[in-house]
């Protein structure tokens, strides 16, 4: 990989808004519309209990990761994100990593997330991290758009 730095936004952070702006033309740009959240994005890292580390090359983001842990049990791996002229260079990977042992911080016993089947890439990039297929949820993305639920257990410490 090229010289990039991985960041975790805080709230209070001097360029919050840039950033913010930055990954919702990303979202927007990756995900289609009803799978986006450009439009509540702000508020979602906002929220208390939730986390983003993103990659960052030459001022740019690269990509990023949002995770959220809503008990003090599981986590969950709510959005991952690189940038198409990013890609194949580890910095999925590298966010997913950072962001499980952000996770892991917590003493949680689990951490969850959803893919569609069909994005290959992103399935075998989860396996290769241990992540194990728990169900198929049907209708997840859509009416005709299934998705994975996918977890990975810590022992209890």
């Known amino acids: 990989m090229a010289d990039w730095e991985m960041i975790e936004l805080h709230r209070n952070s001097g360029n919050w808004g840039k950033v913010v702006e930055e990954i919702v033309r990303i979202e927007k740009r990756i995900f289609p519309k ?5 439009k509540s994005f702000e508020d979602e890292v906002k929220k208390k209990n939730s986390g ?22 599981y986590a969950s791996i709510t959005k991952l994100a690189v940038k198409e002229n990013y890609r194949r260079q580890g910095h999925g990977e590298a966010l997913l990593k950072a ?5 892991k911080t917590r003493n949680i016993h689990r951490i969850s997330l959803h893919v569609d089947p069909s994005r290959i890439a992103a399935m075998n990039l989860y396996k290769k991290l241990g ?4 169900s198929l949820v049907e209708c997840y993305y859509s009416s005709d758009r299934n998705a994975y639920r996918m977890f990975m257990d810590f022992g209890a410490d």
Request: hydrophobic share 40%; glycine share 8%; charged share 15%.
């Open 34 to 38: 009803h799978e986006s959240l450009a």
């Open 52 to 73: 983003l580390l993103y990659s960052q090359i030459g001022g740019e983001v690269a990509g990023y990761v949002m995770y959220s842990w809503p008990s003090s049990l």
């Open 99 to 103: 962001a499980i042992e952000k996770c």
């Open 131 to 134: 992540f194990q297929v728990d």
